[in-house]
């Protein structure tokens, strides 16, 4: 063994892995240990907590740590049945199993109520993924063995020439199957056992390959025990409930259940709607566990691993929903500030966030600001985003809205040395990725930063008890566990002294530590803080906020001046600043009856002045020096002059003001300048940003002015380090974005790994060098962003020399332009109807080489609109607007959507509502699609996406929007839906340069205008497009739009192309040859008008014949019919009668359904043989017509086809009814039931036993049924004839087709009975094969498959 050459260090930095030494919380804690969050409750709005989470079990106190977990979302709600009374203590559960209930459980009133739920809409994807290995393993182990047992069989069967007819053939196939059962002959009987062992074996390789895990459906039980309501759930399947325990809600018990033992994943109970509604309350994800251990774990064995907070109590709410990979939605979001004015939440932290199109707007938001933090006083905190490093990149609600506090994530050398394992570490910084204001409406976006990384609590379903996670996600509940030190500490030593979150903003925020990041925004410091509000305990200014609002083209909150024409010239602004107070429930109307608390509100109003002094930071920005405000506010004007300021670069200033009789106190409020000049881009299109040094965590920013009409930018990185060998490999961040108004930052958006030094030392030493290109869609017009940044980990000095490239073609609008002379740059649309399109380009930026342009339609956009909608009110326990108190209403809207082929991949969008959360008008927008049978497919819920129709057929779409009022959501009752539909095939529309090659190849295409490969710049050149000779694909009809894009360039970007489908060509009708003069005399107009009413009369009772439900009535039609008919007319007659005694021709033949009597059957036999007789020889004729040409040929092949029409649907009759002899008949209890028939020759024979005939007289009608039959698959052909192979005992052979139709058949509503009817047989087939397994399987999911109603959005 080696000596050791030096020491390890003494003990492991444990202090970095819950990092709160920087922000002074571990020392506030140690400085005032019972001030370190007792009486502060938490609200933590995530994926939920684990209530098996080590740490977050009790508070430092002995208290509960979470007081209870909610599932806000909705999808863990089971909607549970009527009352039911249980028999002996068993019910019948909805997954079909028979229930035993547990004889302790007390249940005064005896009334029950059942539910059931998919555990894959309980858990997270990787329990589900656990879970459903297990289960697949076990269940294709058993399936395996059945599929073994079969082959041996089929192995040992091989090579036999015959079986004895006395043998035991039972004994040659899988348990249960009696193939010697009625089998005559040796040949036969061996003949039929090789097929019926084949066909065993091939309907278990198409079983095995089409299985796939659903899951199974949990049984629910709820009833009320006297005190409150309690629910088991039948978690391993087994249906006995006798030994289990009856859960509470656990508010009030503090219950936590185990759904799924081996992995370690719990749940809890809540119920609503007195007990209608059970709410399985789980998690959705791990993320809201850390959270919660950052904020307040309390480890009584390890204090070192505590949160920030850990005498603090927590309130989980789950907005993560299950159905959407645990993504936000407005339900969660309502829901979840609802239960946070319930509980009295002190704080409250959201680690959630998106980027939206608009800052500061949005009903939730809105309500956040206005009901939560202002007149409910909760702290609201919340992340600022993980999308930087370039300004304008905060998400919502965290880095964008008023009445949060914004938290940005930081890395200090504690966390460097316990968490990332660095060998040498750099200097603290904010982590890399951190979001960065501004907001596009100039805002601070971050307001403070905190550790933005721990190893803490995690979930025990993931077998961590300590796990590390970085992101703003971990910053928030850092500070948010602040503000809980900070509460808990007010509440202790101020008594009833009021304290808004405004003031607690304001103390965290003034006494941040400085950490050189834009607009001052600084490290969190717990007891700098403290020490501020208690200084500033008496002084009333402090419990307000301030609203800044800058008029401008557009209402912001500060100054932003970011593209060219922004910064050209000294711009004025007017600013308003407005002190915002905080109210209280108590000065509600309603509630302030001797009109105490309004009074008092009212006079903290009429008392409130400040007289401010204002400061520029920086000179070039000029504001006035002294302001007065009171509470109304007030106005005062400011000079921004940017002229002389560096292009190219960032620039940033405030206008702070102070409190007049306290200027130490810092500003009360600062406005945000921030000014990004960009670099003018000359002629040749291109920018040199020079040669960029870096040294670790630094970050470089370049703005440069995008050219007008261009369209793409090109980043050309080249570095070139000569002490690259000595120099570490480094990863760079290389972020780009562009803002547009409304409009999200990804749009124009690129963010680029980018390894320097890695792969890249050149051979025997020397420079080592890199060359690369990124490129991203730009708009001209906008300032662009090209930021470059070291990750904040990486070591070593590095030189990038960087340079921009533009290029551009664009549509030239018509001859149309911008004001700066851009083209404007917009979707294409051209219509069907049209010939030839004709666009016109033009190249406004460089000289465009390699141009060859492309269309490829790839989609086809359909428009649905609702066949029902209706507006109802939500149920007022949970669905209630915080502002009325009032219910939320809800708009159903049902569309049909309709798919023609298998695995088609669709997109669905509504405008006006989707792709919204945070800035939407609306409370909610989700959409499901159910099948033909109900089964719920897919779920979206605020963003639509990408999604797979796995089997054709029609579904149902049902949106639901939420909002306040019933009158706004009427104006959507008749909202379209979009729909894209991938094509199978795109389609490419031809593009020429001059019109005429359109149409034809014999011009001289060589004196075109223009020949392609080139533009100059400035010039226009037509682009002519071929629209007549469009490949329409099936999937589009007239009306339909072909979305795709059309490519000018591979240099420049595509434009978004549309092609609207004209209406369909008509046919010419063919032409036939002239009839066969007739020389029968001609009927008078008298003689005609008499037989066209006696063929109608004819018709009418014929149709009677159908529908008459006597069967008296029927026959005496019949007997007249007949005896004034020819043998066409006969055949039709007949043909009627057939069809109403065989009326319900989608049951299976022998079951009760159809009923189909022995003596029914045989009377049908009897008719349909007649039919056949009449019908086969003209059905014969229907081949010699297939080409007819003249109108008696056309006459007799309509005629021919008819008969054949009636063959087939008399032999497909026939054979039912031989299947129902064969098989065995219908109980004579059976005609009870089926009051349409009679049985009028009074015979009853209903003997069981099948003869050798009738077997024979079935074979040779499925025989001819088969010859004449043209689709083996459909579904009265199915039934006909499967119970051929039934009556040999062959049931494998039976199940062959009846698996075929299933997987084939379209989900649609028109077959749902035949469906029915095919999975009856399907698992009457099983049975008969006793193949438990997949008999179990197809029972279990049977519930899930069709159930009875359509699952609630």
């Not at 409930?241 to 009856?246: G, K, Q, T």
């Not at 404007?824 to 000289?847: C, E, K, Q, Y």
């Not at 593009?991 to 359109?998: E, H, P, Q, V």
């Not at 002239?1074 to 063929?1095: C, F, G, I, N, Y």
């Amino acid at each position: 063994m080696a000596n050791r050459t030096s020491t390890p260090r003494q003990e492991f930095p444990t202090h970095g892995l819950m990092p709160r030494g920087e922000t002074q919380a571990a020392e506030f804690v140690r400085k005032y240990p019972q001030y370190d969050g007792r009486g502060v409750v938490a609200a933590v709005l995530d994926t939920g907590i684990d209530p098996g989470a080590k740490g977050l079990q009790v508070t430092s106190d002995g208290k509960r740590k979470v007081v209870d977990y909610i599932d806000c979302t909705g999808s863990g709600d089971v909607e549970l049945s009527d009352v039911v009374h249980a028999d002996e203590l068993t019910l019948k559960g909805v997954s079909g199993r028979t229930l035993r209930l547990n004889a302790a459980w007390k249940n005064p009133m005896g009334e029950w109520r059942v539910g059931a739920k998919r555990l894959s809409r309980l858990v997270p994807s990787d329990v589900w993924m656990s879970v459903s290995a297990e289960r697949s393993q076990r269940f294709r182990k058993s399936a395996q063995q059945l599929t073994d047992a079969v082959l041996a069989k089929k192995s040992e069967d091989k090579g036999a020439a015959k079986v004895s007819k006395d043998s035991d053939t039972s004994k040659n196939l899988t348990k249960g199957s009696d193939t010697s059962k009625n089998l005559t002959k040796d040949s036969d009987t061996s003949k039929n056992l090789t097929e019926e062992l084949d066909a065993q074996v091939d309907v278990l390789k198409t079983l095995n390959s089409a299985y796939t895990d659903i899951g199974p459906l949990l049984d629910c039980v709820v009833f009320h025990d006297g005190e409150q309501w309690r629910a088991a759930i039948d978690v391993d399947e087994s249906g006995d409930l006798s030994a289990a325990a009856a859960l509470g809600a656990y508010k009030h018990t503090g219950d936590v259940g185990e759904l799924c033992k081996r992995q370690l994943f719990y749940y809890t109970l809540n119920f609503y709607d007195e007990g209608r509604t059970l709410s399985i309350v789980t998690c959705a994800g791990s993320h809201s566990t850390h959270v919660a251990g950052i904020l307040a774990a309390h480890h009584p064995d390890e204090p070192q691993n505590d949160g920030v907070a850990p005498g603090a109590q927590l309130l989980s709410l789950m907005i993560g929903d299950h159905r959407v990979g645990s993504m936000e939605t407005g339900v969660g979001l309502t829901r979840a500030v609802n239960a946070i004015v319930e509980y009295g939440a002190d704080v409250a932290n959201m680690s959630y966030g998106e980027p939206s199109s608009t800052p500061n707007v949005g009903q939730w938001v809105q309500t956040v600001a206005q009901e939560v933090v202002r007149r409910h006083g909760c702290v609201f905190v919340s992340s600022a985003g993980n999308e930087g490093p370039a300004l304008s990149s905060t998400g919502s609600p965290g880095g964008t809205s008023d009445g949060f506090i914004g938290v940005g994530a930081h890395v200090g050398y504690d966390q460097m040395l316990a968490e990332y394992a660095m060998y040498e570490t750099v200097g603290d910084t904010v982590f890399t990725w951190s979001s960065r204001g501004p907001t596009p409406d100039g805002a601070r976006g971050v307001d403070v930063y905190a550790p933005g990384s721990a190893i803490t609590s995690f979930p025990a379903y993931c077998k961590e008890r300590l796990c590390l996670r970085n992101g703003t996600s971990m910053s928030s509940p850092n500070l948010c566990g602040v503000a809980a030190l900070l509460v808990s500490a007010w509440k202790q030593e101020m008594g009833g002294a009021s304290l808004s979150p405004y003031r607690v903003k304001n103390a965290i925020v003034s006494t941040a530590k400085p950490i050189g990041e834009l607009h001052s925004a600084g490290l969190v410091q717990t007891d700098s803080a403290w020490q501020f509000l208690k200084r500033y305990a008496a002084r009333a200014a402090e419990q307000v906020s301030w609203l800044t609002h800058v008029d401008d083209s557009r209402r912001a909150r500060g100054i932003y001046l970011r593209n060219a024409e922004e910064s050209a010239h000294a711009r004025f602004f007017n600013i308003g600043v407005v002190p915002v107070f905080p109210t209280s429930e108590k000065a509600r109307l309603e509630h302030d009856a001797d009109g105490e608390s309004g009074r008092q509100e009212s006079q903290a109003q009429f008392d409130f002045e400040q007289r401010l002094l204002l400061v520029a930071t920086e000179s070039w920005v000029s504001v006035p020096d002294a302001l007065y405000v009171a509470s109304q506010g007030n106005k005062f004007a400011a000079r921004v002059d940017a002229t002389k300021l560096q292009a190219g670069r960032l620039h940033t200033a405030s206008i702070d003001a102070y409190d007049s009789t306290d200027v130490d106190r810092g500003p009360v409020f600062s406005i945000p300048v921030t000014v990004t000049k960009p670099l003018h881009v000359d002629a040749s299109a291109c920018v040199d940003l020079g040669s960029l040094q870096f040294r670790p965590t630094e970050i470089v920013r370049r703005f440069v002015a995008v050219p007008p009409g261009a369209t793409r930018a090109h980043i050309v990185l080249h570095a070139s380090n000569s002490a690259a060998l000595e120099s570490s490999p480094a990863l760079f961040y290389l972020h780009c974005m562009q803002l547009e108004p409304a409009t999200r930052f990804r749009k124009f958006y690129m963010r680029e790994r980018v390894s320097i030094g890695h792969k890249s030392y050149a051979a025997g030493g020397g420079c080592a060098e890199q060359k690369g290109t990124k490129s991203m869609d730009v708009i001209g017009g906008a300032t662009l962003e090209v930021c470059l940044a070291q990750f904040w980990n990486q070591l070593g000095a590095h030189d990038i020399d960087v340079r921009v490239e533009f290029n551009g073609i664009v549509p030239a609008n018509g001859g149309g332009a911008l004001a700066d002379g851009g083209p404007l740059r917009s979707g294409i649309t051209v219509h069907g109807s049209n010939a030839v399109a004709r666009v016109d380009f033009m190249a406004p930026v460089r000289p465009e080489y390699d141009v060859s342009p492309s269309i490829m339609l790839t989609k086809a956009r359909k428009t649905l609109r609702p066949h029902e909608a209706v507006i109802s009110p939500m149920g007022a326990e949970r669905d209630t607007h915080l502002a009325t108190g009032s219910a939320l209403y809800k708009l159903e809207l049902d569309y049909r959507l309709e798919t023609t082929r298998d695995s088609t991949q669709l997109s669905l969008h509504m405008p006006a509502v989707d792709t919204q959360i945070y800035e939407n008008w609306a409370d909610n927008f989700a959409l499901a699609i159910f099948d033909a049978n109900k089964r719920h497919q897919v779920s979206q819920i605020s963003y639509t996406s990408p999604l797979l129709i796995k089997q054709c057929g029609e579904s149902l779409v049902r949106v639901q929007i939420r909002h306040r009022s019933a009158k706004d959501l009427e104006a959507l009752k008749d909202i379209p839906l979009l729909v894209d539909v991938v094509l199978k095939s795109p389609v490419k529309l031809t593009t020429k340069f001059d019109m005429a090659s359109i149409f034809t190849s014999t011009v001289d295409s060589s004196a075109a205008v223009y020949r392609g490969g080139f533009i100059a710049k400035g010039s226009r050149v037509p682009l002519f497009i071929d629209t007549i000779g469009a490949a329409v694909p099936s999937e589009a009809a007239p009306g339909d739009v072909l979305v795709g894009k059309l490519t000018m360039s591979k240099h420049t970007a595509s434009f978004d192309f549309e092609y609207v489908v004209p209406a369909k060509s008509i046919k010419k009708p063919e032409e036939s040859k002239p009839a066969t003069p007739k020389v029968d005399k001609p009927e008078s107009k008298e003689e005609q008008d008499q037989r066209e009413l006696d063929e109608a009369l004819r018709r009418v009772r014929v149709d009677w014949v159908k529908k008459s439900r006597d069967d008296g009535v029927r026959t005496r039609l019949v007997t007249d019919l007949l005896a004034s008919s020819s043998d066409e007319q006969r055949a039709e007659v007949l043909a009627a009668q057939l069809s109403a005694l065989d009326a319900t021709s989608s049951a299976l033949p022998w079951s009760e359904a159809a009923c189909l009597t022995a003596a029914l059957a045989r009377r049908a036999i009897g008719i349909a043989d007649s039919v056949i007789e009449l019908t086969r020889t003209q059905a014969l004729t229907a081949r010699l017509y297939e080409k007819a040409e003249t109108d008696d040929e056309k006459t007799l092949k309509k005629q021919a086809e008819l008969a054949r029409t009636q063959l087939i649907a008399a032999l497909t009759t026939k054979c039912r009814a031989l299947a129902a002899l064969t098989h065995g008949p219908v109980p004579a209890t059976a005609s009870e039931t089926c009051a349409d028939y009679v049985e009028v020759d009074g015979s009853d024979n209903d003997e069981t036993d099948v003869s050798e005939q009738t077997v024979l007289e079935y074979e040779r009608a499925v025989a001819e049924l088969r010859q004449w039959a043209t689709a083996a698959d459909d579904v009265s052909v199915v039934m006909a004839t499967a119970p051929l192979h039934m009556a040999r005992h062959q049931y494998a052979r039976a199940l062959q087709p009846v698996l075929a139709w299933l997987a084939k058949a379209p989900m649609k509503p028109a077959n749902a009975a035949e469906r029915r009817s095919m999975v009856e047989l399907r698992n009457q087939l099983l049975a008969k094969l006793q193949w438990t397994i997949w008999s179990a399987h197809f029972r279990a999911i049977a519930p899930i498959e069709s159930p009875a109603n359509y699952e609630r959005l």
